[in-house]
C-alpha cells in the first residue's frame, strides 16, 4: 500500500499515528534526563559558587576549570567518563550536569555580586549573621542572574541530550540519530526537542515572576521615571 511511510516523506501523518507511543517515551525520557542532570548540576554549583565567593583565591580555579570542561566536546567527555560510569544513564546524566556548572556557577556568582553594598551594610546593621543575610537578602536578590542562568542550562541541556544516543539514552536523539534516512522521524524528534525546549523556557519565565514579584513592580516605576 502507497502512503507517506514507504514514500518516506518528511511530514507523515500515519507516522505520527503509529508512533505515537514511541514519541511520548522519547519526551518523557528526554525530560527526564534534562531534569535530572540540571538538578545534579545545582547539587554541585551551588556550593562551588558559595565556596569561590568566600575564598577568592578558589574563584579563578573553580570557575577556570568548569569553563574548562565546557570546552570539551560532548563525544570526548563521554569517552572519558566511561571508564569510570560505564555504559548507560549515569554516563549521560554525570556528563550534561558536567557541562551546566560553567553557566550555573557563574550566573550565581554573578547574582550575588549584583547585591547592592549598601543593601549588605543595612542587613548587617540590624543585626543579620552571614547565614541569614546569605538566604534573605543576597539570593532572593540574585535570583534574577541565577534563573537567566537555569533558563540557559535548562535549554542548552535539552540540545546535548541528544549526544547521549551514542550510549542508547538520549531521549529524542534516539529518534533522530536512530535511522537520519527516516525522514519523518527525523523531523519529528527535531520539531519536539525544540518544543521542549520551548516550554521549559517558558515555565522557567513563569517561576522567575513568581519567585520576584517585586521586579515586576519596580518596572512601571523605572519607566514613569524615565518618561
Same mark, same amino acid.
Given at each position: 500500500m502507497d502512503n507517506c511511510l514507504?514514500?518516506?516523506?518528511?511530514?507523515?501523518?500515519r507516522y505520527y499515528s503509529t508512533?505515537?507511543?514511541e514519541l511520548r517515551a522519547a519526551v518523557i525520557q528526554h525530560l527526564g534526563i534534562v531534569l535530572a542532570s540540571v538538578a545534579l548540576g545545582l547539587l554541585v554549583a551551588v556550593p562551588l559558587a558559595l565556596l569561590?565567593?568566600?575564598?577568592?583565591?578558589?574563584?579563578?580555579?573553580?570557575?577556570?576549570?568548569t569553563t574548562a570542561i565546557y570546552t570539551i566536546p560532548s563525544l570526548a567527555l563521554f569517552s572519558l567518563l566511561v571508564p569510570f560510569t560505564g555504559l548507560g544513564p549515569r554516563t549521560v546524566l554525570i556528563g550534561l550536569? %558536567?557541562?551546566?556548572?560553567?553557566?550555573?556557577?557563574?550566573?550565581?556568582?554573578?547574582? %550575588?555580586?549584583s547585591v547592592p553594598a549598601d543593601v549588605r551594610e543595612s542587613a548587617l546593621g540590624v543585626g543579620y549573621g552571614a547565614r541569614t543575610l546569605l538566604w534573605r537578602v543576597e539570593i532572593p536578590l540574585a535570583l534574577p542572574a541565577f534563573m537567566s542562568g537555569l533558563r540557559v542550562a535548562t535549554v542548552s541541556a535539552v540540545a546535548l541530550t541528544t549526544v547521549g544516543s551514542i550510549l542508547d539514552y538520549g531521549g529524542l536523539g534516539d529518534l533522530i540519530l536512530e535511522d537520519a534516512t527516516f525522514?519523518?522521524?527525523?523531523? *519529528?524528534?527535531?520539531?519536539?526537542?525544540? *518544543?521542549?525546549?520551548?516550554? %521549559?523556557d517558558v515555565v522557567l519565565v513563569l517561576v522567575q515572576r513568581l519567585l520576584t514579584p517585586w521586579a515586576r513592580s519596580a *518596572?512601571?516605576?523605572?519607566k514613569a521615571v524615565a518618561a
Open positions: 514507504t514514500r518516506n516523506e518528511w511530514i507523515c501523518g508512533r505515537s507511543e569561590a565567593r568566600r575564598y577568592r583565591r578558589l574563584e579563578g580555579i573553580i570557575v577556570g576549570t550536569g %558536567l557541562y551546566s556548572l560553567t553557566i550555573l556557577v557563574r550566573a550565581i556568582l554573578d547574582g %550575588l555580586a525522514k519523518a522521524q527525523v523531523l *519529528a524528534g527535531s520539531v519536539l526537542c525544540v *518544543a521542549l525546549a520551548v516550554t %521549559l *518596572a512601571p516605576r523605572r
